[in-house]
């Protein structure tokens, strides 16, 4: 079965998770603060906070950042649904806003305008498959409005620029990411201090851990705001030092992976499109974001694709049709992100496969649209 994702994981990481055991050290030591500074590094920051996941990372910096009851965040509705769930986390309420385009299936800059009121106090952009919103005209529109610039970079770690927009940023090292530490998540924050807030909120708003209690020889600490169980453990740290120097090689296969699916495509299913054509933003190619025809039965195509061998996903079903939402705000209607989910299909996308492999998938899904051509 040819997967939409899977993790490249070997020798060097069995290797370092060896030598993590045989340190008899296993959570918050060395291996996370070399992963924080590693990978703040490679992004560009100068510090960052390891979290065991993106979904706890996205839950402290809105916490850190004050954002709260009564307050609305403006999220992109085509996201996974965590983008909206840190909202609730902290009693504020997402405000869903549409995509741009089919080309670019991002958060649209003129729904956000219309969607800004006297309530709401950030935006989370989500770069979707990878690639990157618009700095500059997101940091823009956060000034006017005096927003909270956030982004949710879970599918862009390695892609350039990614993490810097604004205030804070946080990627997912979950098992399906461009790198993964099975679960895991970094913070970056521009404010030194809301980075530091983040490190007491992920553990328990203490004063101190228990590395530092037993470096400083002292047993005492304090809590000085409401905190969380959020860490990242030694083990998955020191995976992720490992995955993080292959994660340039791997991001730079996925582009070149892409450029061959645009001309297969192309050349064999010319009535599927996908997003950002001519596009030259940078991206981590976190997934193949193919376009179906209208009136194209999806599910046929999918189940078709599963009997060749060829996984294939929806990103995402919009999270303002998830029931939990859906059943708060039934009158919402974003008219691009559901005719855009409704067609969208996922092909397999990762570092460890062939050009054959992309013939093999291109090809039975020009077979699938065929047997539903008009004879
Ligand atoms: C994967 C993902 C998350 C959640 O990441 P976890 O590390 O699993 O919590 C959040 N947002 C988006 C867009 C994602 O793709």
Redesign the pocket.
Known sequence: MLLVGEPVLGEAEKLALAKVIDTNWVTMGEQVRAFELAFAAAQGAADAAAVN???AGLHLVLAALGIGPGDEVLVPSL??V??ANCAVYVGAAPVFVDIASFDEPLIALHDAELKIGPRVKAVIL?HYAGFLADREAWHDFAERHRLLLIE?A??AAGAEGAGLFGDAAVF???GN?NMTTA?G?MVLARDPDVLDRVKQMRSHGMTSNARQRLDARTASYDVTMLGWNYRLDELRAAVGLVQLASLPRWNERRRELVAVYRDALADRCPAVSVPFANDSRASAHHFLPAVLPAGIDRSAVMTQLRDRGVQTTVHYPPIHLLSLYREQNPAISLPQTEAFASRQLTLPLHPKLEHGDIEQVTAALAEALDAQAPK
Do not use: L
Request: glycine content about 6%; charged content about 20%; some cysteine.
């Open positions: 996941s993106c979904t996201s996974f965590a983008t989500m949710d879970a599918h997912s090292f979950y990411k679960e998540g």
